[in-house]
Each structure stands twice: as structure tokens, then as C-alpha cells.
């Protein structure tokens, strides 16, 4: 018995020093939108994950939202700019985008592979953001944001009704506290899928 504690205690040592991505906890729930964060092993910055369900829609329908990219500064909240580096399919891009900061801290740019898969019965579909910084030389006046992946879920709970999964998790680089990054770390998601639940529903 001593033996089994002994081995316990250095498993629960190893696990607190080797650090371990944490489970989600809610930290907003507002007009039908829930937002979870949880720490990330070996970061100091929190992934979020931002949950709505849009009714009196279609799954293209939000996906034709999510990838109008050039419309991402009208209908997405923390995004100044945006254009269409590389069109790789209806539904799959390379785009780059411009983040707005606040002063005095310098804004950042980033470029995101937007790949779109299926399910078999088309009920489905995931949109998978990969980080692509070299893609496209740095911009003067922005610092360019290199690691940041995610995706999106979507999925026809019922006819004309579409749950959305936004999950993502990225380093802000450059000099950015992560206190100030996670500041907003509930905010921006939760803006964001209001938005598109609002703009999905105009059909």
C-alpha cells in the first residue's frame, strides 16, 4: 500500500510540472452564446470556445458567412482588414487579416489555410484554420501572429437549424501581457457568433 501511494504522489508531481491542458469552464453565457476558455499546456495564453445554435438558416448559409472574408471588417468584431490571398475552393482559402490593438500596442496581421471537409451526409462540415506566416512578407506597422490554429463546427441538429462550434487558441506575439490577451478572450468570440447568427438568419 505504501508503495502504490508512493508511485500516486510522483504521478500527481510529474503531472503538476509537465503542466496539462485544463478542462473547459463556461465564463459567459449571454442571448443564446456560451463561451468556455481553458489554460493550455505550455502557454500562458487561455483557448477559447464559443457555442450557438442559428435558426432559420442552412449549413452553406453560414459557411458562405464565414468565408466572405472580404466582408470579415463589416461583420466580425477585432478585424480591420482582410482579403483573399489564394482561392483553393469555394469553401477553402489562404486569407491574411489585420487585427486592431489598443494603444500603444503595435496591431498584428495574420494568414490562415481555411480548409472545409464534409461529412458524408453533407450535414456536416468543419472548417479548419492553419497558420500560414510565411505565406506573404511581414507588413511594416503590424507584428505578424505565426502560431494560431482552430476550427469551425458546423452541424444540422435539425432541418433549418445549425449548431456552431468556434474554437481557437493562439500566441499574440510580440510583447503582449497575457493578462491583456486573455482579457478579451470571451468578448471577441462572443461578438463574433452574435454577428453571425444575426447575419445567417437574413435570408
Known amino acids: 500500500m505504501l508503495f502504490i501511494r508512493s508511485l500516486l504522489s510522483v504521478f500527481l508531481l510529474l503531472t503538476i510540472n509537465t503542466g496539462v491542458t485544463t478542462d473547459w469552464k463556461l465564463r459567459r453565457e449571454e442571448s443564446g452564446v456560451k463561451i468556455f476558455t481553458r489554460n493550455v ?3 500562458p495564453f487561455e483557448e ?3 457555442m450557438v445554435t442559428i435558426s432559420n438558416t442552412s449549413l452553406t448559409r453560414v459557411l458562405d458567412v464565414i468565408m466572405d472574408v472580404k466582408n470579415y471588417p463589416v461583420n ?3 478585424c480591420s482588414g482582410a482579403e483573399v490571398l489564394e ?3 469555394k469553401y477553402s482559402d489562404i486569407h491574411y487579416i489585420t487585427i486592431p490593438t489598443p494603444w500603444p500596442v503595435t496591431h498584428r496581421d495574420a494568414i490562415y489555410e481555411a480548409n472545409t471537409t464534409f461529412s458524408e451526409n453533407g450535414k456536416r462540415a468543419r472548417i479548419k484554420l492553419t497558420p500560414r506566416g510565411d505565406y506573404k512578407q511581414e507588413n511594416k506597422g503590424y507584428i505578424r501572429v505565426y502560431n494560431g490554429s482552430g476550427f469551425w463546427d458546423l452541424d444540422e441538429i435539425a432541418p433549418g437549424t445549425i449548431q456552431v462550434v468556434y474554437q481557437f487558441h493562439a500566441d ?3 510583447e ?3 493578462w491583456l490577451a486573455n ?3 470571451v468578448s ?3 461578438k463574433t457568433l452574435e454577428s453571425l447568427r444575426n447575419i445567417a438568419m437574413k435570408i
Do not use: E, M, T, Y
Open 87 to 89: 482561392q483553393k475552393g
Open 188 to 190: 471577441n468570440p462572443l
Open 76 to 78: 466580425f468584431p477585432n
Open 183 to 185: 482579457s478579451v478572450i
Open 41 to 43: 499546456a505550455g502557454s
Open 176 to 178: 503582449i501581457p497575457a
Open 48 to 50: 477559447f470556445r464559443g
Open 172 to 174: 499574440p506575439a510580440g
